[in-house]
């Protein structure tokens, strides 16, 4: 995933890709996204992968665009498999949580963007005798590849740490509707 990141990030500043014609800016003010996130958590002994699973939404308010601590507020819903496999086992968490994210610019580079991301929520532990529920943090890191006006590729990097149990990081690469 950081190979493709890397090459992303090389063909975006490509003097063949800046040639194009520029991606229309999104409209300034508030917008809505809509977003969709898949990735392998990197939580075990020897880095095993397994999967994680991130839906949300976010509205970016105007008047936060000042703000240091971030422009847009989030909720989200994520799946992470803990278990034997990659994609589902038993062993299971669920993560409800808010946050806020704060998107801005680097080297003046219209089709990429970044921005960081706080999330405050509850993890509920599945698979045991009995459902545990524990409070959860996470902090990102990502690019945002602007593909139109409207849509956008995600890639992030995030420390994620639940009460209870070791912190682990997560590479995570999405897709974005906005409106």
Do not use: C
């Not at 014609?21 to 999104?26: C, I, N």
């Not at 665009?65 to 989200?76: C, H, L, Q, W």
């Not at 998107?103 to 970044?114: G, P, V």
């Not at 602007?146 to 912190?167: D, F, G, L, M």
């Amino acid at each position: 995933m950081l190979r493709a990141a890397v090459a992303l990030l090389l063909l975006m500043f490509s003097p063949s890709v800046r040639a194009q014609s520029p991606v229309t800016p999104a409209p300034e003010g508030t917008s809505t996204d809509m977003f969709l996130m898949l990735g392998p958590d990197f939580d075990r002994p020897g880095l095993v992968a397994k999967s994680n699973y991130n839906i949300g939404i976010g509205h970016t308010f105007d008047f936060l665009k000042r703000s240091p601590i971030g422009d847009e507020v989030t909720v989200a819903y994520t799946y992470e498999n803990a278990g034997d496999g990659f994609w589902h086992s038993n062993l299971s968490s669920s993560t409800e949580a808010a946050g806020i994210m704060k998107n801005f610019e680097l080297f003046r580079a219209k089709r990429l963007t970044w921005y960081t991301w706080v999330q405050f929520g509850l993890t509920s532990f599945a698979g045991g005798p009995t459902i545990q529920n524990r409070l959860y943090n996470g902090e990102s890191l990502g690019a945002i590849v602007h593909v139109s006006a409207r849509e956008s590729i995600w890639i992030q990097e995030t420390y994620n740490k639940v009460a209870t149990v070791p912190w682990y990081t997560t590479t995570s690469i999405g897709y974005t509707w906005s409106w």
